[in-house]
């Protein structure tokens, strides 16, 4: 088995691996980055594309946003459709100085591999077997399997930016991880499109038959959902029965008339939240998806794991720049109270729009109830647009 070296071996080259790469690298701190898949297909995974502000700025201070303020779309605001009645929430007129930016998760991952390239050190795509060794002590290693061959990194931390269904949270011991979940009984069916969006603010729809969301990631194409029961099949849904389904919850008051096409993506993705504590064990640090899952609703997944990676690529960065260990050991913590925040707004959000399929008729009136409440009342408003676009990091 071959062996090198690094400072930080990350796992996983979505946006949070990418990023935490960037960042150490602009502070002169070396590691590698291992991906277990293709990077076509990484670059081709279809996922969010709301920005917190925050995020923009991290882009920003990686050097990597000159694309995303090309092409990103602005917004200062959002709209609820409630039964069909829109209620505009509008960042500006609430008093919230801050705004949220259309742009793919697709294209930041892009992005970001092509500076990883430009510096001479694209992720290693295709290394399988991933395993985490001795992570307890003050010299771990990562071994994987690379065109058949075994290799060895060493190195003094790892990162584990591998998703839910990576290695890196498994290697905490199971007395020690504590899980907390909630699996949601409706999945999100969603089809891409080549259709100028039909309203310029995302709209999230409370309708009698269900939820919907219609959101864009340009202004020529446009990404919809509708809620359906977790067991639904896609060969179940052609396109011309779902755009009629979308067209019904979203209701005919958005500002230009639905606009048809045939799907270039179609997809079912179910519904949880999901916490692993700690995030951090021995010289494992846990971050983005590995850690948690949020339902989309809120638009926080991505954006939670940007901020992971603020707190721990300056953890790292103050521990190699004078040997400090605090930002390191509060890592977990200070994380943690920014997933929880952005948990509770997911699943109040989530809870609020869609129909459960086991709730009585008293479930309904609270929702209405509560709908009602924030129709009128611009403290709600407020709560709502200040969770939207993303609660301060510190």
């Known amino acids: 088995m071959s062996a090198d070296g690094t400072q930080i071996v990350i796992i996983g080259a979505g946006p949070a691996g990418l990023l935490l790469s960037q960042l150490l690298h602009q502070a002169g701190i070396e590691n590698v980055v291992l991906e277990q898949r293709s990077r076509a297909h990484v670059e081709g995974r279809i996922r969010a594309g709301v920005l917190e502000q925050g995020t923009v700025e991290m882009l920003e201070c990686a050097g990597v946003a000159s694309r995303l303020h090309r092409e990103g779309l602005i917004h200062r605001g959002v709209t609820l459709a409630i039964e069909g009645a829109l209620l505009e929430i509008d960042f500006d007129k609430l008093g919230v100085a801050a705004n949220v930016t259309i742009y793919g998760q697709t294209e930041i991952v892009k992005d970001l591999i092509e500076a990883a390239a430009a510096r001479g050190q694209p992720p290693v795509f295709e290394a399988t077997e991933v395993a985490i060794h001795d992570i307890e002590s003050e010299r771990p290693f990562v071994t994987y399997m690379k065109d058949g061959a075994p290799k060895r990194l060493d190195c003094e931390f790892v990162a ?21 979940e909630r699996v949601y009984p409706f999945g999100w069916l969603g089809i891409m499109a080549d259709v100028p969006p039909c309203h310029d603010e995302i709209v999230y729809a409370s309708h009698e038959r269900g939820f919907a969301l219609a959101s864009m990631r340009s202004l020529t194409r446009s990404r919809c959902y509708i809620q359906v029961p977790v067991d639904e099949k896609i060969e179940d849904w052609p396109d011309e029965r779902f755009w009629h389904e979308f067209a019904t919850r979203l209701g005919p008051n958005t500002q230009r008339p639905l606009a048809t096409a045939p799907s270039i993506e179609k997809s079912i993705a179910p519904l949880r939240s999901s916490v692993t504590e700690p995030m951090r064990h021995g010289r494992l640090f846990l971050a983005g998806d590995a850690a948690h899952i949020v339902p989309p609703t809120g638009a926080k997944g991505l954006n939670l794991a940007v901020s992971d990676i603020r707190f721990l690529s300056e953890a790292f960065i103050a521990f190699y720049r004078d040997g400090g260990t605090a930002a390191l050991d509060g890592y977990s913590r200070k994380a943690l109270l920014r997933v929880w925040k952005a948990e509770r707004f997911s699943w109040w959000l989530t809870t609020l729009l869609h129909r459960f399929p086991d709730a009585d008729p008293f479930t309904r009136k609270m929702q209405m109830a509560e709908l009602d409440y924030l129709r009128q009342s611009r403290a709600a408003q407020t709560a709502l647009a200040e969770n939207y676009v993303g609660l301060a990091l510190d």
């Not at 498994?170 to 504590?178: G, H, K, S, V």
């Open 160 to 180: 584990g930016c591998d998703g839910q269904h990576g290695v890196s949270h498994t290697c905490i011991p199971a007395d020690l991880r504590r899980h907390f």
